[in-house]
Nanobody, 113 residues
Framework: QVQRVESGGGLVQAGGSLRLSCAAS????????AGWYRQAPGKERELVAA???????YYADSVKGRFTISRDNAKNTLYLQMNSLNPEDTAMYYC???????WGKGTQVTVSS
C-alpha cells in the first residue's frame, strides 16, 4: 500500500519558518522525482518544489529563494524548509512524485500577517 504522510505544518507569523516532512512507503523517492505541492482555498493544486533523483531541483517563482527541498533516500523522506513565509503561502501542502501519483492527507500551513 502506497502511503504519503506529511507533517510539520502549523500556524506561523509572517516572516517565520516551518519545516515540512513527508514519509513515503517504498523507495519511490529514491528513484523518481518527488515534489511538494500546495492548494490554497479556491485555487488549483500547484507544484512548488521538486527534487529529481539526479540532484536537480525546481522551484516555483513564488517560492524561489525562500523554500528549500531536500530528501533523505535512506529514510524515504522528503523535506521542505520554508523561510520568510508570507500569508500567500497559506495552503494545504502535499508531497507526491513528479508527475504526481498518490496523495496523502497533507499538512496545513497558515501564515498570519
Amino acid at each position: 500500500q502506497v502511503q504519503r504522510v506529511e507533517s510539520g505544518g502549523g500556524l506561523v507569523q509572517a516572516g517565520g519558518s516551518l519545516r515540512l516532512s513527508c514519509a513515503a512507503s517504498g523507495s519511490i523517492f529514491r528513484f523518481n522525482a518527488a515534489g511538494w505541492y500546495r492548494q490554497a482555498p479556491g485555487k488549483e493544486r500547484e507544484l512548488v518544489a521538486a527534487s529529481h533523483s539526479g540532484g536537480d531541483t525546481y522551484y516555483a517563482d513564488s517560492v524561489k529563494g525562500r523554500f528549500t527541498i531536500s530528501r533523505d533516500n535512506a529514510k524515504n523522506t522528503l523535506y521542505l524548509q520554508m523561510n520568510s513565509l508570507n500569508p500567500e503561502d497559506t495552503a494545504m501542502y502535499y508531497c507526491s512524485a513528479v508527475p504526481a501519483d498518490y496523495w496523502g492527507k497533507g499538512t496545513q500551513v497558515t501564515v498570519s500577517s
